[in-house]
């Protein structure tokens, strides 16, 4: 069974510095992975999304990364504002695309 | 619609009670997901639908779950005999595909009392 770990589970950086989320998963055979931020009481936002066959997304100032051979996943964040701070959730697919496999998050602070 | 809707956005509801949930998708998404969220853990897939094939129900905790899609419109996610552990934030989410972005709704706080 797939199973995907996020790390750090939770971050507080100060506003501005560039950070880095991480996301690995154990059965290599996926056909995408997202990236989603959830903020407190709504749902989840798709932030980016990753085909098996790329090896970046950029959106703004958000760089998702993916090396699907050693299965991890990277967010990076330029720049930070206090309004990125929300739950950062990785999820793959796989098994002909019935299902996403979601980390547990990184819960993200971005102080003034 | 312009996004996924959901209803109710709460429910509070007495254990043994039966409910049931409501997902709009997008229109024109043939995929659908129920996912399942509590408090302070992770998501739990319960069932996919794609199209007029036949579900995957593979995580649907018990047989007091079940859910329904017709076509490509409207899915009902009903709990029959409400339990405490039943509490959760129920999400649906739609998509093209499955290669494609999903989109979720902002999911029904269920809370057995």
């Known amino acids: 069974k797939q199973e995907v770990t996020q790390i750090p589970a939770a971050l507080s950086v100060p506003e501005g510095e560039n950070l880095v989320l991480n996301c690995s998963f154990t059965?290599?055979?996926?056909?995408?992975l997202q990236w989603f931020r959830q903020d407190p009481g709504k749902g989840l936002t798709s932030l980016l999304l990753i085909q098996s066959s790329q090896r970046e997304q950029t959106s703004g100032r958000l760089n998702a990364s993916l090396d699907k051979s050693s299965g991890r996943s990277t967010l990076y964040i330029a720049a930070s504002q206090p309004g990125d701070s929300a739950t950062y959730l990785c999820?793959?697919?796989?098994?002909?695309?019935?299902?996403?496999?979601f980390g547990s998050g990184t819960k993200l602070n971005v102080k003034p | 619609g312009a996004g996924v809707s959901q209803s109710p956005s709460n429910k509070v509801t007495e254990k043994g009670k039966d409910v049931e949930l409501r997902c709009d998708p997008i229109s024109g998404h043939t995929a659908l997901y129920w996912y399942r969220q509590r408090l302070g853990q992770g998501l739990e897939f319960l069932i996919y639908f794609q199209g007029n094939s036949a579900p995957d129900k593979s995580g649907l905790p018990s047989d007091r779950f079940s859910a329904e899609r017709t076509g490509e419109s409207v899915s009902t996610l009903t709990i029959q005999r409400t339990q405490q552990e039943d509490s959760a934030v129920y999400l649906c989410?739609?998509?093209?595909?499955?290669?494609?972005?999903?989109?979720f709704g902002q999911g029904t706080r269920l809370t057995v009392v």
């Open positions: 059965d290599s055979a996926i056909y995408n």
């Open positions: 989410a739609s998509s093209l595909g499955g290669s494609f972005t999903a989109f």
């Open positions: 999820a793959v697919n796989g098994d002909n695309f019935n299902k996403f496999y």
